[in-house]
C-alpha cells in the first residue's frame, strides 16, 4: 500500500477513535467509571494504532533510505570512475602535447638545416655563374 493511502486510514481511523472516546467520555450513564474505563480502552487502542503506524512508517522510510545510500554509492563509484578516466586523458593529453613540442623543434631545426642548404645552394650557384664570366 502507498504512504499516503495508509496516512489517510490512519487519520480516519485517529479521528474516529477520539469521536468515540468524546462520545463514550460524555454519554450519559448510571455507573461514569464504566464510561472512564471505556475511553480509556479506546484511547488505548488509538495509541495502539499510532504506534503500529510509526513503527510502519520508520521501517519504510529506513528501506527508503538504505535504497538512496546504495544508489549514492552507485554514483560515487561512477564519479571515481570518470575523474580515473579524466586523469587518464589528461595524461594522455599532457604526452601528446610533449610529443607535439619535440616533434616541432625537430621541425624548426629541419627548416633551418633546409634554409642554410638553399643559402648554400645559392652562394654556389651564385659563385658559378661568376665563374662562368
Not at 5 to 18: F, K, P, R
Not at 28 to 48: A, C, Q, R, V
Not at 64 to 90: M, P, S, T, V
Given at each position: 500500500m502507498?504512504?499516503?493511502?495508509?496516512e489517510t486510514?490512519v487519520?480516519v481511523?485517529?479521528v474516529a477513535?477520539i469521536?468515540?472516546?468524546?462520545?463514550?467520555?460524555?454519554?450519559d450513564?448510571?455507573?461514569?467509571?464504566?464510561?472512564?474505563?471505556?475511553?480509556?480502552l479506546?484511547?488505548s487502542?488509538?495509541?495502539?494504532?499510532?504506534?503500529?503506524?510509526s513503527?510502519?512508517?520508520?521501517?519504510?522510510l529506513?528501506?527508503?533510505?538504505?535504497g538512496?545510500?546504495k544508489h549514492?554509492?552507485g554514483l560515487?563509484?561512477?564519479?571515481?570512475?570518470?575523474?580515473?578516466?579524466?586523469?587518464d586523458k589528461?595524461?594522455?593529453?599532457?604526452?601528446?602535447?610533449?610529443?607535439?613540442?619535440?616533434k616541432?623543434?625537430?621541425?624548426?631545426l629541419?627548416?633551418?638545416k633546409?634554409?642554410?642548404?638553399e643559402?648554400?645552394?645559392?652562394?654556389l650557384?651564385?659563385?658559378?655563374?661568376d665563374?662562368?664570366?
Amino acid at each position: 500500500m502507498k504512504r499516503s493511502s495508509i496516512e489517510t486510514i490512519v487519520l480516519v481511523v485517529g479521528v474516529a477513535i477520539i469521536g468515540i472516546a468524546l462520545f463514550f467520555m460524555f454519554s450519559d450513564n448510571e455507573d461514569p467509571s464504566k464510561s472512564i474505563f471505556i475511553t480509556n480502552l479506546i484511547f488505548s487502542f488509538g495509541f495502539l494504532v499510532y504506534i503500529v503506524y510509526s513503527i510502519m512508517s520508520a521501517n519504510s522510510l529506513n528501506k527508503e533510505i538504505r535504497g538512496l545510500n546504495k544508489h549514492l554509492d552507485g554514483l560515487k563509484h561512477e564519479i571515481a570512475k570518470y575523474k580515473k578516466q579524466i586523469a587518464d586523458k589528461d595524461a594522455e593529453i599532457q604526452n601528446l602535447q610533449q610529443d607535439l613540442v619535440k616533434k616541432d623543434e625537430a621541425l624548426n631545426l629541419q627548416t633551418e638545416k633546409v634554409n642554410m642548404l638553399e643559402k648554400r645552394l645559392s652562394d654556389l650557384e651564385s659563385s658559378g655563374a661568376d665563374s662562368d664570366i
